[in-house]
């Protein structure tokens, strides 16, 4: 089994900057990619950007020059820098791990998830 962390979420203003960051520990083999998503209230799930092993990363177009996507493989630790935040980026921000499985398939498991609250 695998847990999944979150830390870093909190109140900033607008234009603000903070930093997430996400533990995995447990049984961990066959890493696709670690990443974040979040949802608003409201909405759904939706990506913000993901990282692999070698370090390509994957980013939403609304997070595009703003959020930087960071992964230590070897302590299986991924970031989430996050600048010029504005008030629709409030959302609950999960991490998730998106492994394979020995018969090929693509698995995910989620953190808890850390609020984000942007506002004045």
């Known amino acids: 089994q695998v847990q999944l962390v979150e830390s870093g979420g909190g109140l900033v203003q607008p234009g603000g900057s903070l930093k997430l960051s996400c533990a995995a520990s447990?049984?961990?083999?066959?890493?696709?990619?670690m990443g974040w998503y979040r949802q608003a209230p409201g909405k759904e799930r939706e990506l913000v950007a993901t990282?692999?092993?070698?370090?390509?990363?994957n980013y939403a177009d609304f997070v595009k020059g703003r959020f930087t996507i960071s992964r230590d493989n070897a302590k299986n630790l991924v970031y989430l820098e996050m600048n010029s935040l504005k008030p629709e980026d409030t959302a609950v921000y999960y991490c998730?791990?998106?492994?394979?499985?020995?018969?090929?398939?693509?698995?995910?498991?989620w953190g808890q998830g850390t609020q984000v609250t942007v506002s004045s």
């Open positions: 990282i692999t092993n070698g370090g390509s990363t």
């Open positions: 998730n791990l998106q492994y394979r499985t020995v018969v090929g398939r693509y698995e995910n498991y």
């Open positions: 447990g049984s961990i083999f066959n890493i696709n990619t």
